[in-house]
């Protein structure tokens, strides 16, 4: 089955520059923001994911561009995918776009690491089975 997870963002004020459009940090925390309601779609629990501390799930690298600006008032749609799976990561895809014209793409890689050594960990196959309708597939 091949999933997607949408959702929406309205940029405020507060998240714009002096220019007038949003300051470029911030699609990644918009970016985790959309990760933290695709989980719960995903099947789990924010404190199921958050909470625990026996496996841990960070961000280990990510990347952002951007094709038109942003601005204050105006709400983007945000397509959420997982892009691809390793042996102890994934990777994760956002596209945030206005009627069908794509404004940003960002990427970001979680590793998964044991949460007493800080060791990598092979992806849990719970986790897996549960991300892997979302996989996109091309």
Do not use: C
């Not at 699609?27 to 309601?37: G, K, S």
């Not at 404004?103 to 979680?110: C, E, F, I, R, S």
């Amino acid at each position: 089955m091949n999933k997607t997870f949408r959702t929406q963002k309205t940029l405020t004020f507060r998240e714009a520059d002096p220019a007038g459009i949003m300051f470029f940090g911030n699609i990644f925390a918009f970016a985790h923001d959309a990760f933290e309601e695709f989980i719960v779609a995903a099947g789990y629990t924010y404190k199921e994911w958050f909470g625990q501390r026996d496996v841990i799930i960070p961000i280990r690298h990510t990347e952002g561009d951007f094709k038109a600006p942003f601005r204050p008032g105006e709400t983007y749609d945000v397509t959420v995918r997982v892009a691809s799976f390793g042996e102890t990561s994934f990777k994760m895809s956002y596209v945030f776009s206005q009627s069908d014209k794509v404004h940003a793409t960002v990427t970001m890689v979680h590793s998964v690491l044991d949460g007493k050594t800080m060791q990598k960990n092979p992806l849990p196959s719970v986790m897996k089975s549960r991300l892997e309708p979302y996989l996109q597939r091309e």
